[in-house]
């Protein structure tokens, strides 16, 4: 991370936009270059004298420019300024006029902060719809006679934070948009608004993004990237997502951050893993997907905390109903289990849990109910209470998960899923 071998290839007039479109074409894919819009990685050392760290993020227009920024060094820039639209726009010109790409996605999401406080939402909109529309000319400008280029962008999967951001999904369809993925930014994520997405757009191809993780874990040093405990997505994760989003409309699913299965950032994050890239060819297969096992979950991360969703505290008596999309099918015919996850030992706690006002019945601790390889993140056997969950509780649509604190002192609920074998 300090001088990695690709900037010096870069130094040396080497080319990874060639290099990567070349490949795709030997192999029979389609490139499309995805642009992250306000990337704010590394730029912390942006007035730091000497710096190499992560030097091809730092430009000299962020440099130059301090009074461009939404805040600090490190912060991005604001998009409410004219001159930051153009150095971003005339970025993206350059790539579509030096390179064969077969299209271009906007990712709003690396990060989706583009604008200070005080710029209303409206104009926000203003300014993105615009912004989009040009590059919907710039793409169609530069294509080859006979080709198109096609336009993706990149938003959250939830709608609810689409305005700040200045997306506004029907406007940007009309200006030429064409794809959609729904991002639940770092993690695989049930939550999502996808069903309501589609019918407000109903004519995009629309994908919903998967991830190599479901949860994050406590930080294991102070400074420093991807210093945290996390847990990994399973191939039933990925495949029970997938077959909500089909049922619920979506076109095709996406991958982001798949490699972060093999080892990376501080140490103490293992046992790591080679990616499972077997799950690829069964993503693109919803029949297949209908018949397989079902994992269903909600999990801690930046979307349920900020919708207060999980982690949840519970004192003595406390009660809380939860609700997830599901969609059990007749393959899924025996009966499953239901676990929840604390922060703390939940040896001395009762708990009762409800599927859709049914009381499930204790059973011991489950360490998989369904198997795979990861052992990281997954918490002691004590923080888990574990519940059988019949088969005919589950149903089609929103279910709801009531869970009780009965006894014991106060304990934090992190994570909790329903399996069907």
Known sequence: MRYPGVHQYILDGGDPFEDFIGECRRVGQTPFVSMRLNDTHHLHHAETPGNLQGMHSISRFYVEHPEWRLGAVGSGLNWAVPEVRQHMFARIEEICEDYELAGLELDFMRFPNLFAEDVPCERRVEIITKFVADIRSVLDRTAQPGQHRWLCVRVPCRLDMHADIGIDLTSLVDVGVEMVNLSPSYFTYQSHDAAKIRRLVPDVALYLEMCHCTMTGRHLTTTGGDNFLFLRTIDQQYYTTAHMAYRRGIDGMSLFNFVYYRDHGVPGRGPFNEPPFHVLKHLADPQWLAKQPQSYFQAENWFTTDTGQLPVRFEKGDARTFELDMAPTEHQSTDGVFRLMAAEDLSNRRWMAKVNG?????????????????????????????????????????????LILEDGSPATVRYWDLVLP
């Open 358 to 402: 049914t009381t499930l019945e204790p059973t011991a601790y489950v360490h998989k109910p369904l198997d795979h390889p990861y052992e990281a993140g997954m918490g002691e056997p004590a923080a888990y209470a574990c519940f059988k969950c019949p088969r005919r509780l589950v149903r089609d649509g929103i279910n709801k998960i009531a």
